[in-house]
């Protein structure tokens, strides 16, 4: 077991890429509080697994893009866990429509939950972080944000403004014993692809050199990696996970 005795969130844990990642750093021996947003169901789910392992978890409901509410969220998480180690800013939406047709209310939607929310949660998470001279931030970004796409400008530019969050946080940080990264994901078999009409889906499958989309677990191992000591040496990455889609 590689993450005996640490503790972590995970944002956006209750369905697909949180939840895989909440239940790897558990499977691992981290005690993991499962953020989500309305979902209670699902969350309550992840953490009956977590529970399972022999693990501490908590139930962290908080819009991540609402400052009090996520600061309100990291007070109860610091109160059940004493400290955190591990934060995963995964929490994400996506409200596409092409730029003419963007209105305001999608822009500030996305960019308040994926941008925003990053920002929020490492905000409320960092200085104890710093205090402890331990820290591991792990940022899920996209390849989206690296290539950019046709109807998701405001995703896209979400993505790619976390990736830079990441590398300067990672030079700030780097001397404090935190380490900051990024895994930007292809395509993965979660509920926001499954929502991509089928044709465009197959289209989508012909640019992927491996033929497939990822699986939430694959993604959910490089986290792993990342917050272990395995990963003790890596900051400022940007780990591509796209199945060669991007290369
Ligand atoms: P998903 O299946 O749609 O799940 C989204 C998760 O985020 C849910 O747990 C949801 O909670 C939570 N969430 C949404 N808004 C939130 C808010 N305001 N505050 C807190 N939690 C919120 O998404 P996914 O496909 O697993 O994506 C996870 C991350 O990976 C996102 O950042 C996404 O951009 C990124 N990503 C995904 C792919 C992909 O192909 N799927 C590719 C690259 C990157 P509720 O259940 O309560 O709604």
């Known amino acids: 077991?590689?993450?005996?005795?640490?503790?972590?969130?995970?944002?956006?844990?209750?369905?697909?890429?949180?939840?895989?990642?909440?239940?790897?750093?558990?499977?691992?021996?981290?005690?993991?509080?499962?953020?989500?947003?309305?979902?209670?169901?699902?969350?309550?789910?992840?953490?009956?697994?977590?529970?399972?392992?022999?693990?501490?978890?908590?139930l962290a409901r908080a819009d991540v893009g609402d400052y009090p509410d996520t600061y309100r969220m990291a007070q109860q998480v610091l109160k059940e866990f004493g400290h955190l180690d591990i934060l995963v800013n995964n929490a994400g939406v996506n409200d596409d429509k092409t730029f003419v047709k963007m209105d305001h209310a999608a822009w500030r939607k996305v960019l308040s939950v994926n941008l925003d929310g990053v920002f929020n949660c490492t905000k409320v998470f960092v200085e104890q972080m710093i205090g402890r001279q331990f820290g591991r931030v792990v940022n899920i970004t996209s390849v989206i944000g690296q290539i950019g796409n046709f109807g998701q400008a405001n995703y896209a530019a979400s993505k790619a403004g976390v990736a830079a969050f990441t590398k300067s946080l990672a030079k700030e940080l780097a001397g404090k014993g935190i380490t900051v990264n990024a895994i930007a994901p292809g395509f993965v078999e979660t509920d926001m692809v499954m929502a991509i009409p089928e044709k465009v889906q197959a289209r989508l499958l012909q640019q992927i050199p491996l033929g497939r989309f990822a699986r939430a677990e694959e993604v959910a191992?490089?986290?792993v990696y990342i917050v272990s000591a395995d990963g003790d040496y890596i900051t400022g990455a940007e780990l591509s996970i796209n199945g060669g889609l991007l290369m």
Request: proline fraction near 0%; glycine fraction near 14%.
């Open 221 to 223: 191992r490089a986290v």
């Open 1 to 58: 077991m590689k993450l005996t005795g640490r503790t972590a969130l995970v944002t956006g844990a209750s369905r697909g890429i949180g939840r895989a990642i909440a239940i790897g750093l558990a499977e691992e021996g981290a005690d993991v509080a499962v953020n989500y947003v309305s979902n209670e169901v699902a969350a309550q789910e992840v953490f009956d697994q977590i529970a399972k392992l022999g693990r501490r978890g908590v």
